[in-house]
């Protein structure tokens, strides 16, 4: 299933990443996490992380918009991970946080990396462009993942965004939901409440009220440049024809 391949190449590629960008020598690790959603993908990471460099201690500084998101991560991270981890929560939508808001990262001492797995979709390129500005104030190194698609730059009703909607897009994930294990039952309702659900609600909408901006490879690449920052490495994590389907990449300052 498309999950599983994506998480097994995301940790694969973030083990590349802190092979080239080493933990502190402490083995004590600070990592911030946007869009944390149930805490599942960052425990993985730093249970990967934990057996690969031998760490000892993490604090893990958790931000969603959702606060009951947060407190079922805080659950899921205590129950599941395998180092003490100490965990400081941010609620609110990354792009609207303050200065102000953001100063309990400098409190938490030198930031290792800023982890944003399949989050920072939700905001269109000129968002995203503010965003990595602002969170490169307090760390060096950012880890950007996304799904390939070109569902941020074109217009409403245009042939190019319902193509890419509908085809490039959520037919291929609607195509996994159905050839998975599960019940067809919870497949319909994956299928029925989520995928198609989005879809229709970015179909919808105006570019404005989109909610989820999924970017290519290549789109990535230029706002990060604009943004005036460098991409260490790009590495791309599920393809299928020749064509990536999802991404992670390695933003640092120049």
């Known amino acids: 299933a498309f999950y599983n391949k994506y998480l097994i190449s995301s940790l694969r590629a973030i083990r590349g990443f802190s092979d080239c960008v080493l933990p502190p020598?402490?083995?004590?690790?600070?990592?911030?996490?946007?869009?944390?959603?149930?805490?599942?993908?960052?425990?993985?990471?730093?249970?990967?992380?934990?057996?690969?460099?031998?760490?000892?201690?993490?604090?893990?500084?958790?931000?969603?918009?959702?606060a009951s998101m947060l407190e079922l991560a805080k659950h899921q991270i205590l129950n599941h991970i395998l180092l003490p981890t100490t965990i400081v929560t941010i609620h609110g939508r990354i792009q609207d946080l303050t200065v102000n808001e953001l100063t309990i990262l400098d409190q938490q001492g030198p930031i290792w990396f800023i982890n944003g797995a399949a989050s920072m979709h939700h905001m269109p390129r000129e968002t995203k462009i503010h965003m990595l500005r602002k969170l490169l104030n307090y760390c060096d190194h950012i880890l950007v993942s996304d799904f390939h698609a070109n569902n941020d730059l074109p217009?409403?009703?245009?042939?190019?965004?319902v193509?890419?909607?509908?085809?490039?897009?959520?037919?291929?994930?609607?195509?996994?939901?159905?050839?998975?294990?599960?019940?067809?039952?919870?497949?319909?309702?994956?299928?029925?409440?989520?995928?198609?659900?989005?879809?229709?609600?970015m179909l919808k909408n105006s570019r404005a009220t989109r909610v989820d901006y999924h970017a290519t490879v290549e789109q990535w690449e230029d706002l990060i440049k604009e943004a005036g920052f460098a991409v260490r490495k790009n590495t791309i994590t599920v393809s299928d024809e020749n064509r990536p389907r999802s991404f992670t990449m390695h933003v640092q300052k120049k």
């Open 25 to 66: 020598a402490s083995g004590e690790i600070t990592i911030f996490d946007v869009g944390t959603g149930n805490g599942v993908f960052i425990t993985s990471v730093v249970n990967e992380l934990a057996k690969h460099h031998d760490l000892k201690k993490a604090t893990l500084i958790l931000n969603d918009q959702s």
């Open 155 to 161: 217009d409403e009703d245009t042939p190019e965004f």
């Open 163 to 201: 193509y890419s909607v509908t085809h490039h897009n959520y037919s291929y994930y609607i195509q996994d939901v159905l050839n998975c294990d599960a019940s067809p039952d919870e497949k319909k309702a994956c299928v029925e409440k989520f995928l198609l659900a989005e879809a229709i609600t």
